[in-house]
């Protein structure tokens, strides 16, 4: 799995998840200022990306993410790692 098309699965789960227009969504967004999700919203998103990828998520790897940008190397490491 390559940047873009992780870009395209956080994007697509923004907007399923938080009923979120893709045209708010750039990897410059921040999750909490500009998007406007909370902690509980994260944690939703965290859930459904392990789902997804099969594979477990540590905590403090999303401790720091701040934007779409920051998800996305956040998963990629993830894949990188296996």
Same mark, same amino acid.
């Given at each position: 799995?390559?940047?873009?098309?992780?870009?395209?699965?956080?994007?697509?789960l923004?907007?399923?998840?938080f009923?979120?227009?893709?045209?708010? =969504?750039? #990897?410059?967004?921040?999750?909490?200022?500009?998007?406007?999700? $909370?902690?509980? /919203? %994260? !944690?939703?998103?965290?859930?459904?990306?392990?789902?997804?990828s099969?594979?477990? =998520?540590? #905590?403090?790897?999303?401790?720091?993410?701040?934007?779409v940008? $920051?998800?996305? /190397? %956040? !998963?990629?490491?993830?894949?990188s790692?296996?």
């Amino acid at each position: 799995m390559n940047k873009e098309d992780i870009y395209q699965e956080v994007t697509g789960l923004l907007v399923k998840l938080f009923e979120l227009s893709p045209e708010q =969504i750039t #990897p410059q967004s921040r999750l909490y200022e500009d998007l406007d999700l $909370d902690s509980i /919203d %994260a !944690v939703d998103m965290v859930v459904h990306l392990q789902k997804r990828s099969g594979k477990k =998520i540590k #905590p403090e790897d999303f401790k720091s993410v701040r934007t779409v940008q $920051d998800v996305v /190397d %956040a !998963v990629e490491r993830l894949h990188s790692e296996s």
